[in-house]
């Protein structure tokens, strides 16, 4: 079992950047992906990266490639989001994710933190 929570959301302007935190408990966490999700209102909640449990393979959905970073420290057990360049369609709840280690999934979620970009 893992447990997420999330921090670092908030309000910024247009341009701006915000780094989202996420710490995880359990002992897997050095073993296995995690991944950032966002939903905003009245949406789905879509994917917005992904990092392997070493680190390594950072993936990014288009809309985010080159302004987002994933990161990972697996001795504080936390995975970052670093977003840069901010605009308002980026507001959204931000989720956290880690795939269980047996099917693969993402089968454990936090919270969420509210990310609101002002035009």
């Known amino acids: 079992q893992v447990q997420l929570v999330e921090s670092g959301g908030g309000l910024v302007q247009t341009g701006g950047s915000l780094r989202l935190s996420c710490v995880a408990s359990?002992?897997?966490?050095?073993?296995?992906?995690m991944g950032w999700f966002r939903q905003a209102p009245g949406k789905e909640r879509e994917f917005v990266a992904a990092?392997?449990?070493?680190?390594?393979?950072?993936v990014y959905a288009d809309s985010v490639k080159g302004r987002f970073t994933i990161s990972r420290d697996n001795a504080k057990n936390t995975v970052y989001l670093q977003m840069n360049s901010l605009k308002p369609e980026d507001t959204a709840v931000y989720y956290c994710?880690?795939?269980?280690?047996?099917?693969?999934?993402?089968?454990?979620w936090g919270q969420g933190t509210q990310v609101t970009v002002a035009s």
């Open positions: 990092i392997s449990w070493n680190g390594g393979n950072p």
């Open positions: 994710a880690a795939k269980n280690f047996i099917t693969g999934g993402y089968d454990y």
């Open positions: 359990g002992r897997t966490f050095s073993r296995i992906g």
